[in-house]
T-cell receptor, first 112, second 112 residues
Framework: ETGVTQSPTHLIKTRGQQVTLRCSSQ?????VSWYQQALGQGPQFIFQ???????GRGNFPPRFSGLQFPNYSSELNVNALELDDSALYLCASSLGGRAEAFFGQGTRLTVV | AQRVTQPEKLLSVFKGAPVELKCNYS??????LFWYVQYSRQRLQLLLR??SRESIKGFTADLNKGETSFHLKKPFAQEEDSAMYYC??????????????FGTGTRLLVSP
């Protein structure tokens, strides 16, 4: 059984650029959620994908978007990067309908 | 609104001392409560959930609906318990959509 993997582990981007983060869900899990964790804060829910469709969204602007693929892997896209987007981005996978989530190691995004 | 409050940023104890990490929540329905832990250089991982009513690594947590609390306790702290602990809440169990709302975390430091 493979765990949740995210790539890349670190990334530096310039303000205004676009970024794509990737996540492979744990084997057998069909639901992927993305969280943003700013320094000193707990993870904040961005959105969730279930069977390739957005299943719920937190309080994030439309420039945060995502995809889920048939193999349940997922991407998080952020357009027009702002300095405040600098954070650790966590991907979590779960079985649909269950709250228990398994997290990846995260992608540290720095916007300069 | 769903909210999780962890009032202590840092809890420092000596090995063998009892530990209680506080968590209070705000939710109008029947939530699921979790404790997640992040050891140094490791990913966020589930420690325990209130539904299971189990003890993991000597830790227990009881859901007190009257006080809306889910404090994490361990009678005798060990140095390997030093980590960041996050309390999290999930609601909407009947909608098929589950997201986790996290507190800001408490860093537990166990000294020899």
């Amino acid at each position: 059984e493979t765990g949740v993997t995210q790539s890349p582990t670190h990334l530096i981007k310039t303000r205004g650029q676009q970024v794509t983060l990737r996540c492979s869900s744990q084997s057998g899990h069909n639901t992927v959620s993305w969280y943003q964790q700013a320094l000193g804060q707990g993870p904040q829910f961005i959105f969730q994908y279930y069977r390739e469709e957005e299943n719920g969204r937190g309080n994030f602007p439309p420039r945060f978007s995502g995809l889920q693929f048939p193999n349940y892997s997922s991407e998080l896209n952020v357009n027009a990067l702002e300095l405040d987007d600098s954070a650790l981005y966590l991907c979590a996978s779960s079985l649909g309908g269950r709250a228990e989530a398994f997290f990846g190691q995260g992608t540290r995004l720095t916007v300069v | 609104a769903q909210r999780v409050t962890q009032p202590e940023k840092l809890l420092s104890v000596f090995k063998g001392a009892p530990v209680e990490l506080k968590c209070n929540y705000s939710y109008s329905g029947s939530p699921e409560l979790f404790w997640y832990v992040q050891y140094s250089r490791q990913r966020l991982q589930l420690l325990l959930r209130h539904i299971s009513r189990e003890s993991i690594k000597g830790f227990t947590a009881d859901l007190n609906k009257g006080e809306t609390s889910f404090h994490l306790k361990k009678p005798f702290a060990q140095e390997e318990d030093s980590a960041m602990y996050y309390c999290a809440l999930s609601g909407n169990r009947n909608t098929g959509f589950q997201k986790l709302v996290f507190g800001t975390g408490t860093r537990l430091l166990v000294s020899p």
